[in-house]
């Protein structure tokens, strides 16, 4: 059974960094293609990046494109998301998640594993 457990988020003024991570466990990370999502309060859940299983190639969000960068370090079963010049749209519970096999998924429903989330907020 897969586990993702996610960590980094925090309270950030704007134009600040922060930088989240996703462990997983329970099986082969290197086999996953990766994702990140947000959602903010009385909205739907929003692809912010992802970065494919076997390539590395990345996939961006319109709304985060040149701010933030996904990563994956898959010896430490890791997934990293560098968020830089966030603002106050960024405040949202970011959410991790994995696909066997996956690649270029920016759907909710592409992804079978989901972590609990971590909470950004940015202020003003």
């Known amino acids: 059974q897969v586990q993702l457990v996610e960590s980094g988020g925090g309270l950030v003024e704007a134009g600040g960094s922060l930088r989240l991570s996703c462990t997983m466990s329970g099986r082969a990370f290197r086999y996953y293609g990766m994702g990140w999502f947000r959602q903010a309060p009385g909205k739907e859940r929003e692809f912010v990046a992802g970065i494919a299983w076997d390539t590395g190639d990345t996939y961006y969000g319109d709304s985060v494109k040149g701010r933030f960068t996904i990563s994956r370090d898959n010896a430490k079963n890791t997934v990293y998301l560098q968020m830089n010049n966030l603002k106050p749209d960024d405040t949202a519970v970011y959410y991790c998640?994995?696909?066997?096999?996956?690649?270029?998924?920016?759907?909710?429903?592409?992804?079978?594993?989901w972590g609990q989330g971590t909470q950004v907020t940015v202020s003003s």
């Open positions: 998640a994995a696909e066997r096999f996956g690649r270029n998924r920016q759907e909710v429903n592409e992804y079978g594993y």
